[in-house]
């Protein structure tokens, strides 16, 4: 009996020793496939695909804020309405102006499904954005705040702000479901370098200028600006004390993340303030000032954090439509700049890429619903009487903000560009990763750079001709030749250069503004 009891026990230390091993093996392959994985599929792709890849935490977290926007849904429903339903009646002997913009956590996700989203939203919100137009002939304006950055769905996104349809500025997740004690500042100051690179590659984040500087809004991933979220006891999904002043550091011209709720949203609501930083979460409810036209100019350790109508929801998804009870709502909470009370800003929220492949989602972005909800407004808010509509960009809102601040006055139209001008995609566009150098716009004169080896090179080109000039060179510093590709144009529809030889860099030159008389060499 002894010596079966022996032999048992022996086999089952056997087998568990088996098993182990089987275990083993397994956990070996897969994680051997996971690795080798994307190389097989990109095994046949001539030109390899550049992305920023994203933890899996951030993935989760990415994930978990829909859900969290559901739960915010039910904090704004069982609050009381402050505002009216309906326009204001105004006693004016000049119209309110009424600065709209929609601002989009744009997290499509990699890959084709990634790809697919993007395509959707151009070819969907082009068709129905083109039949809009508010005051000054600007269709609906839609700023995509990008987390997931991989060059095929960028450049479609990027091809948008081309087309006129809105513009592309950064959103971040970082940090982890506890983050006490932690300082990410190296791991945040990171992606944004990343974010910022990539990005301008495709023309976003930096400016058409003589010297281009960088510039962009900011939206923070799970509203955790400046380590402001502590829930289930712990610091949460930031852990950065001073991200204001890292984000002033790296050029960025203000955040647009709020409204929120819990510990993040500010105390203050309906409001763009200025706000200075600190070494505890949460600086910008203590050291704020409201953006006026009676006080003293930003200083260079001040941030614009503009918070947008408070204690109504501006969020739009599938659970909730724009409308034109909405719109009132939003006008009534008379977000504006101190002294500058005749111009009202309204900016809406949404998380879009996750709501398109939604029927009803669909609609109330950009199907039917929206199509209704932009002809109501335009109906009611731009009548040229009472209120005249300007559909604006980020960026935008920050440069007539700021005009205001400074005391100017009359249409806000003319303070667009008041202070960062233009991003580069929005007069150019490239099928290659690619630099502006330089933008001469007196001169009507732009240098590019190709970053790529992509071929053929198609650069697409506004404010410039088939008659004027392409010169192309190997060499940053010339000599350039006239460029053998070919110009096409027509009506209405931006100049396209086509090069079946590539070269590194490029000249784009208005014939009429130049002394040059030799053509053949430059």
């Known amino acids: 009996m002894e010596r079966k009891g022996v032999i048992v026990i022996k086999r089952i230390k056997e087998s568990v020793l088996l098993n182990l091993l089987f ?22 792709s001539n030109e390899p695909t550049e992305r920023i890849i994203l933890s899996p935490e951030i993935e989760e977290q990415i994930s978990l804020e829909l859900k969290l926007i559901d739960q915010a849904r039910e904090n704004w429903q069982t609050r009381p309405p402050r505002h009216p ?13 009424v600065i709209f913009a929609f601002v989009d956590h744009w997290e499509n996700g990699y890959g084709e499904n990634g790809k697919r989203l993007a395509n959707l939203f151009y070819n969907e919100y082009n068709d129905m954005a083109k039949k809009h137009q508010d005051a000054d002939g600007i269709s609906p304006q839609h700023t995509w705040f990008c987390v997931y950055l991989e060059k095929p769905s960028i450049q479609v996104i990027s091809k948008c702000v081309f087309n006129n349809l809105g513009e592309m500025e950064i959103h971040i997740h970082h940090g982890t479901a506890n983050d006490d004690g932690c300082d990410n500042t190296p791991e945040i100051t990171q992606y944004l370098n990343d974010y910022i690179n990539f990005l301008q590659k495709v023309g976003a984040c930096i400016t058409a200028e003589l010297e281009p500087k960088t510039a962009f809004g900011f939206i923070h991933g ?34 647009f993340t709020f409204p929120a709720w819990g510990t993040m949203d500010p105390k203050w609501k309906s409001k763009i303030c200025l706000c200075m930083d600190s070494p505890y979460p949460k600086s910008y409810d203590y050291y704020f000032r409201e953006l006026s036209k009676f006080d003293s100019p930003p200083q260079n350790n001040e941030f614009l954090i503009f918070e947008g109508p408070g204690y109504i929801s501006t969020n739009i998804d599938k659970n909730e ?3 034109l009870a909405r719109m009132n709502s939003l006008v009534n909470a008379n977000v504006h700049v101190i002294g500058r009370d005749d111009w009202v800003f309204v ?13 009803q989602g669909f609609n109330n972005i950009i199907g039917n619903t929206a199509d209704k909800f932009y002809s109501d407004i335009e109906q009611v808010f731009n009548d040229g009487i009472n209120y005249k509509l300007h559909y604006a960009t980020s960026r935008e809102l920050y440069n007539i903000a700021m005009a205001a601040a400074d005391g100017k ?19 150019f566009f490239c099928n290659a990763f690619y630099k502006l150098k330089s933008y001469d ?5 732009a240098d590019i750079e190709i970053l790529d ?12 001709s088939s008659d004027d000039l392409i010169f192309e060179s190997a060499q940053k510093d010339g000599p350039f030749e006239i460029s053998d590709a070919e110009t096409s144009q027509t009506l209405n529809i931006p100049l396209l250069v086509k090069d079946t030889t590539p070269s590194k860099f490029y000249r784009f030159q208005n014939k009429n503004l130049t002394s040059v008389n030799d053509w053949k060499s430059y």
């Open 85 to 97: 339903e309906v326009p204001p009646i105004l006693n004016r002997t000049t119209p309110m102006h």
């Open 453 to 464: 080896s992509t071929n053929p090179i198609e650069i697409w080109a506004k404010n410039f």
């Open 347 to 359: 900016k809406v929220n949404s998380h879009c890429a996750q709501n398109l492949d939604d029927p």
């Open 321 to 323: 439509a724009p409308t």
């Open 441 to 445: 716009s007196s001169k009507m004169q």
């Open 409 to 427: 006055e009359g249409d806000p139209n003319n303070y667009r560009d008041y202070i960062i001008p233009k991003p580069v995609n929005k007069l």
């Open 23 to 44: 275990n083993l093996a397994y956990i070996i392959f897969v994680i051997g496939f996971i690795i080798i994985f994307p190389f097989l599929t990109n095994a046949d």
């Open 222 to 255: 799970m509203w955790a600006l400046d380590n402001s979220r502590c829930m289930d006891g712990h610091r949460q999904y930031c852990g950065c004390n001073e991200e204001l002043n890292l984000l002033i550091s790296k050029k960025c011209y203000g955040d």
